[in-house]
Structure formats: structure tokens, C-alpha cells
């Protein structure tokens, strides 16, 4: 079998060791600051058939037939909570993006049309995604410090060691019970932190579409990495 190729991330606040396999396939160990090289490399050989199995996942890391990415013209489609809208390029009241079964992108902005409109997705997703999060810690009992919107492409979301959570601004893109879905699992982590069977016995208390906002990920995963 192949050398593993990984990355160490050492925090002196973390108190459990974790790996995890990235959508751009990189592995990355979280351990706590004081724990060895040598105690890091028996953990990824322990691992090694689980990190194996993830790295060849035929759903999860499958090549793209296009090019990623959409044009921002008149007649194209974005995706917002699941559904495809048109895009229509025209003037627009508020001289910004604006929704209304469709999207209405300003022909001032031509020339940063893509910037525009991912800045209305980012803006959505402060305005949707973040009270879910407090209402879903209050579900769960679980105490986080804050909670941000994100640009980050290969992850839906995170949990540090601080106790902050991220989530993608791309998943404003996503179903809501997709949206959902990721928002417990994180916050999940702030009563388990491995996925053990008692932090998916957590997450499936609370999200009964579970299995199918899981899925959905898979196959439609790549597409919400993309810009528009």
C-alpha cells in the first residue's frame, strides 16, 4: 500500500485527535499540542484502510465531465435553496441582485457579475443560515462562541476548538433540510467530537432526513462548490 500523504494540525486546545479526508482528497490529523510524530503516524496506520476507503469514495471524488461553473447571461440558471432560477441581466430598482422567482442581475454590473452575485448569496446566507444556527443550539443544548458565514470550498462547515462554527456560504445554494442537516452536525460536535455512534445517534434525533440530506450532498456536492 502507498504512503499516505497528510497534514499535522497541532492545537493546544484540542483534547481528541481526529482525521479527516477533504473534498480535494488532502488529509488532514488534528491533535493535540503536545502528541508526537510518531504518535501521529500510529494513528494514521490505524486508520489507513478507513483513510483508503474515503480517498476512493466513487460518489464523493467522481471527475467532472464540464468545466465547473456557470455564465452569468441572460437565460442561465443559479441555484438558491435547491430550486434552479433564471438569471436575467436588466435593470433593477435597488441598482443590486435582486429575487423574485429569478434572478435579476443589474447591467451595471456586467462586467463583475459573478462578484455580485456571489456577494447576494454570502448576504443570504448571513440572513438564513445564521439564526438557524441558534435555533438548532437551542434544540440540541449546545453552547457555541460564534457562528460565521465562510468562503471555503472543499468544507460545508466546521467546528473549532474554540468552540466558534463555520459554514460555507455555498450551502445557501443547498435544500434547507440539506442547510439543516449540516448546521446539527456541526454543533454536534460540541457534544461528541468524533463520529462516533453516539454523535450520529445525536444528529439523527434532530434531523430525521439524515440519510437523505446525506446523500443529496453526494450527488449534487460538486455543483454547489462551484461560484454560481
Avoid at 500523504?5 to 480535494?24: G, L
Avoid at 438564513?128 to 434544540?139: F, S, T
Avoid at 449540516?182 to 434531523?207: C, D, K, P, S, Y
Amino acid at each position: 500500500m502507498k504512503r499516505l500523504e497528510f497534514q499535522t494540525v497541532r492545537s493546544p486546545r484540542r483534547k481528541k485527535a481526529t482525521i479527516s479526508v477533504e473534498r480535494d482528497r488532502s488529509v488532514i490529523v488534528r491533535v493535540p499540542q503536545e502528541t508526537t510524530d510518531e504518535e501521529v503516524q500510529r494513528l494514521i496506520d490505524a486508520k489507513r484502510y478507513w483513510i483508503h476507503g474515503k480517498l476512493s469514495h466513487p460518489q464523493k471524488y467522481q471527475d467532472r465531465l464540464h468545466p465547473p461553473g456557470k455564465e452569468v447571461v441572460n437565460g442561465e440558471s443559479a441555484l438558491y435553496l435547491g430550486s434552479e432560477y433564471r438569471i436575467e441581466l436588466t435593470e433593477t430598482a435597488s441598482g443590486g441582485v435582486e429575487f423574485d422567482d429569478g434572478f435579476k442581475v443589474p447591467l451595471v454590473h456586467q462586467v463583475k457579475r459573478r462578484e455580485v452575485l456571489k456577494d447576494w448569496y454570502y448576504a443570504r446566507a448571513v440572513e438564513i443560515i445564521l439564526p438557524c444556527v441558534e435555533r438548532r443550539a437551542k434544540d440540541l443544548g449546545a453552547n457555541f462562541k460564534a457562528a460565521k458565514i465562510v468562503d471555503n470550498k472543499y468544507r460545508w462547515g466546521s467546528c473549532t476548538v474554540r468552540d466558534n462554527v463555520n459554514f460555507n456560504w455555498r450551502l445557501i445554494k443547498a435544500p434547507m433540510f440539506v442547510v439543516d442537516y449540516v448546521i446539527v452536525h456541526e454543533l454536534a460536535h460540541l457534544l461528541e467530537a468524533n463520529h462516533t455512534t453516539r454523535f450520529w445517534g445525536i444528529i439523527r434525533a434532530q434531523i430525521t432526513s439524515m440519510d437523505k440530506a446525506k446523500a443529496w450532498l453526494k450527488e449534487h456536492g460538486q455543483i454547489l462548490e462551484e461560484e454560481v
